[in-house]
């Protein structure tokens, strides 16, 4: 068993089943079958759209983000999803858990940035609090401040490490591209997970590719040795976690995509002094096992500690490098 997982078990364990379908924070309900804000906060909410592709934007290259900054509707109700859109307002200096909403690519093989949206953010937060002493930042309601961040919002900057999630579904134009290049150059770090077979590979590739070219910053396997594994919790191998719906109805299997995703994969790109800005979980979907925690006891045993373990030690070393 590797160093702390106990520990990391008996933590997660004592709140897991309470809470189920995010209530455990209090700061979601069900309704409907959707996730509905509380109302009386006082953040920038807008409306997840049902493809996912990005608030209120089409598929690309249909339609383009505005490269400048126009204000938002408080609530903008597409859907009765919302979503924390990030303000100068939302950094305090302790951690907030960014995530990037970009737009779906019609040729590309994923459900969108909104997957695991908000509950794994949020659990990840909660969880990193218990685990180790980062300060997390909070909402008047005491709840985590998680927000999103669009790739031309000046807030992007703001953040020392930010998720994508099925980024087998990624477009960014050269605009899009240039602004993420700029903040992964200045520093800043990139988690990109959930995504699965050799088809969605070639579509991240050759989008985050545009960001940062192959030949200049290749993609490379990172060893089990590597410091990243090793941060707070000693993980000894990449866990393939399958989304909880995939593994109950195909009776406990993990690949995804059959023998096309048999192997998870942990990659990097590196700068050129060597320091990691793009870290890839490739063929596992750690953000199903954060979101998931109280939905099921079993997909809780099988996967949670394993989650969280690897999701700990990216975090701390995403914030020390």
């Given at each position: 068993?590797?160093?702390?997982?106990?520990?990391?078990?008996?933590?997660?364990?004592?709140?897991?089943?309470?809470?189920?379908?995010?209530?455990?924070?209090?700061?979601?309900?069900?309704?409907?079958?959707?996730?509905?804000?509380?109302?009386?906060?006082?953040?920038?909410?807008?409306?997840?759209?049902g493809p996912h592709n990005g608030l209120g934007a089409q598929s690309a290259p249909k339609r383009h983000w505005p490269t400048s900054r126009k204000p938002l509707?408080?609530?903008?109700?597409?859907?009765?999803?919302?979503?924390?859109?990030?303000?100068?307002?939302?950094?305090?200096g302790r951690f907030n858990f960014c995530r990037v909403a970009f737009r779906h690519n019609p040729r590309g093989d994923g459900g969108g940035w909104a997957v695991?949206?908000?509950?794994?953010?949020?659990?990840?937060?909660?969880?990193?609090?218990?685990?180790?002493?980062?300060?997390?930042?909070?909402?008047?309601?005491?709840?985590?401040?998680?927000?999103?961040?669009?790739?031309?919002?000046?807030?992007?900057?703001?953040?020392?490490?930010?998720?994508?999630?099925?980024?087998?579904?990624?477009?960014?134009?050269?605009?899009?591209?240039?602004?993420?290049?700029?903040?992964?150059?200045?520093?800043?770090?990139?988690?990109?997970?959930?995504?699965?077979?050799?088809?969605?590979?070639?579509?991240?590739?050759?989008?985050?590719?545009?960001?940062?070219?192959?030949?200049?910053?290749?993609?490379?396997?990172?060893?089990?040795?590597?410091?990243?594994?090793?941060?707070?919790?000693?993980?000894?191998?990449?866990?393939?976690?399958?989304?909880?719906?995939?593994?109950?109805?195909?009776?406990?299997?993990?690949?995804?995509?059959?023998?096309?995703?048999?192997?998870?994969?942990?990659?990097?790109?590196?700068?050129?002094?060597?320091?990691?800005?793009?870290?890839?979980?490739?063929?596992?979907?750690?953000?199903?096992?954060?979101?998931?925690?109280?939905?099921?006891?079993?997909?809780?045993?099988?996967?949670?500690?394993?989650?969280?373990?690897?999701?700990?030690?990216?975090?701390?070393?995403?914030?020390?490098?």
């Open positions: 068993m590797a160093r702390g997982s106990s520990v990391v078990a008996a933590l997660l364990l004592g709140t897991a089943l309470t809470a189920a379908a995010g209530l455990g924070t209090g700061q979601f309900r069900q309704r409907g079958g959707s996730l509905v804000r509380y109302a009386g906060d006082n953040g920038n909410f807008v409306s997840v759209d509707p408080r609530y903008q109700r597409q859907s009765s999803r919302l979503v924390r859109l990030a303000t100068p307002q939302s950094f305090d695991d949206y908000p509950r794994a953010d949020i659990h990840m937060s909660v969880r990193l609090s218990e685990l180790t002493k980062t300060a997390i930042s909070r909402d008047g309601e005491g709840e985590p401040n998680h927000v999103v961040v669009r790739l031309t919002d000046d807030e992007l900057f703001q953040c020392p490490f930010v998720m994508m999630t099925e980024v087998g579904a990624l477009y960014v134009d050269e605009i899009e591209a240039k602004r993420l290049r700029e903040y992964l150059l200045k520093g800043g770090f990139l988690w990109a997970d959930d995504f699965w077979g050799s088809y969605a590979w070639e579509v991240w590739a050759n989008e985050i590719g545009k960001v940062l070219p192959r030949g200049e910053y290749p993609i490379v396997d990172l060893p089990l040795d590597h410091p990243i594994f090793h941060t707070q919790f000693d993980v000894q191998r990449v866990p393939q976690i399958s989304s909880i719906n995939f593994w109950m109805g195909s009776g406990g299997r993990t690949s995804e995509r059959g023998a096309d995703s048999a192997e998870p994969h942990a990659r990097a790109i590196m700068d050129r002094q060597g320091r990691m800005m793009v870290f890839i979980t490739h063929n596992t979907d750690l953000g199903d096992s954060w979101e998931r925690e109280g939905d099921d006891p079993q997909y809780f045993y099988h996967f949670a500690v394993a989650g969280y373990s690897l999701g700990v030690d990216v975090l701390l070393y995403a914030m020390t490098h």
